[in-house]
């Protein structure tokens, strides 16, 4: 039997944020630290490209970098979306009881909250080799312009894309201090993953995105929308998989390619367009895609 968890809006009232300190609360869930799944699919296309760039096996303390960095941003991220979307949020109950619109946290507040955080995520950065800082850093470009698109462009996610999968090339960088061949084509490859999922998560907003007036791919794809995550779900695999054959990763890379392949149809079969609670938990179901390819990763590479 699911259990369903207490919502006020979008913000869970179960779980261990509901006994932290009162104070600490609002702060809590900025970072959206009651809902983790953000933070596994930026850590995952870092922890993939450290796997594809390692010899046999990733460097166990830069993982653990990784993990500190992805809380970090994602919830440096989510603050910085909440200060810039405060008057888009208080138009929709469903986002109406977000710290920021509800008055439980200022304006001010959040940005020196955010300016922690990066200083925090400043400082796991500097632990890695100087080209790995200076492409994080470039980074930040895309970190502060990403939540404006949704104001311009229908695709919105393709913006996501470009900037949440950034570790895609991070890792490879932390791992051998340059840019190949097989990082540059997982990172494209983690865009469309981006574009399969986020459309995804993207439906549960349909109309109150109408209301506010910003744009999504789901709006822009509407009943077309199996149809180009099929798309997107197959160039993902197609290009992970020359990656991994330009890596020279070994036999075992290429069964659990194809399970996550599976997954991904899997989703599709399952997905139902106008079932916000079908999509969250498919959208939710990424962090399968995650560990399986994971696992393909660190399986190519001992079976050379």
Not at 1 to 11: A, N, Q, S, V, Y
Request: glycine share 8%.
């Amino acid at each position: 039997m699911m259990i369903r968890e207490t919502l006020i809006g979008d913000m869970p009232q179960d779980g261990w944020i509901g006994r932290a300190p009162a104070s600490a609360r609002p702060y809590l869930r900025l970072m959206r630290l009651d809902r983790p799944i953000g933070t596994w699919l930026l850590l995952f296309p870092c922890w993939w490209s450290q796997a594809l760039a390692a010899d046999p096996w990733p460097h166990l303390g830069m993982m653990v970098l990784f993990a500190i960095g992805a809380v970090v941003m994602r919830g440096a991220g989510c603050t910085y979306n909440d200060i810039v979307d405060r008057d888009f949020d208080a138009k929709v109950e469903r986002t109406a009881q977000r710290p920021i619109p509800s008055g439980q946290v200022t304006r001010r507040q959040a940005a020196w909250f955010l300016l922690a955080q990066l200083l925090v995520g400043f400082a796991v950065l500097l632990c890695f080799n100087t080209f790995a800082i200076w492409l994080g850093v470039a980074s930040l470009v895309l970190v502060f312009t990403y939540p404006f698109m949704k104001r311009f462009t229908y695709w919105p996610q393709a913006w996501l894309g470009l900037t949440f999968t950034y570790g895609a090339l991070m890792g490879w960088a932390g791992e051998r201090a340059d840019l190949g061949w097989p990082a540059i084509l997982l990172y494209v490859a983690c865009f469309f993953w981006t574009l399969h999922y986020d459309t995804i998560y993207a439906h549960q907003d349909r109309e109150d995105d109408l209301i506010v007036g910003v744009k999504s791919s789901a709006l822009a794809l509407g009943a077309r929308t199996k149809p180009a995550l099929a798309g997107f779900s197959l160039i993902m695999i197609v290009l992970i998989g020359i990656a991994g054959a330009l890596a020279g990763l070994g036999p075992l890379f290429w069964p659990l390619l194809l399970a996550a392949l599976g997954h991904l149809m899997w989703q599709l079969w399952a997905l139902d367009i106008n079932n916000s609670d079908v999509c969250l938990a498919l959208f939710k179901s990424n962090r399968f895609v995650g560990w399986i390819l994971l696992a393909a990763f660190v399986a190519g590479q001992v079976s050379r």
